[in-house]
């Protein structure tokens, strides 16, 4: 900071002190350290000359159809948890208690890696830490999340599941092509086979969940903050 102080000095008796300098030294001799946080934080969020811009966040009714799609989807999780416990499909009552949870995204971007940013603590730039936020990378991560559970779910014979999965995935995709269409079911013979799917379920339940908190969080006014 002196060796700053000392050139901006130097600058200004020869009349060539950049605008920014010149407006830094002047706040510091009349306000005092304190009043230079301001003017810092500002030069840190600046985008840096030469480096493109991040793009565009997504359109205001693609967040709200979003929105609309992830709540079909927990209400489909829902559903077919509670047909399975009705009907016996499984041939076991499917609960959280009975099987252990699988995270078969964590190999991936995906919903919690994309949509939650690391603690920063408190520090004295509020607006670049929130800057830290990616919109479009956090919808990129909830569509590789369901991505991957609806190849897990492709030979289950619950079309209503596969098809809200389909529509968010639609809403959520920024450039062409579609999602594929739901398969036909291929049967679940084994025991290990139907756990297997009872623990994707309830994981596949979890996550529809944090899904539709982030699309609430992003179509409020707190996420434009």
Known sequence: MEQQRGRGGSAGSGGRAAPRSAAVGGCRRRCGPRALLPVLCLVLVLPTPGRGLPPPPPPRHRLDEGLSRSREL???????????????????ECTLEEVDLEDITKNQINTIKACTSEDLGTGNCPALERS?????KCLRG???????YRAELKNFNDQKVLATIDEMMKALKTGGG??????????????KARMRLCSILHAFRIRTVTINRVMNYLTSPESSM
């Open 74 to 92: 927990l209400a489909a999780a829902n559903a077919s948890l509670h047909r399975l416990k009705e009907l016996g499909t499984l041939g076991f």
């Open 178 to 191: 579609s999602a594929p269409q739901p398969s036909a079911g291929a049967g679940l013979t084994s025991f």
């Open 132 to 136: 830290t936020f990616d919109m479009n």
């Open 142 to 148: 909830i569509y590789e999340d369901l991505n991957v």
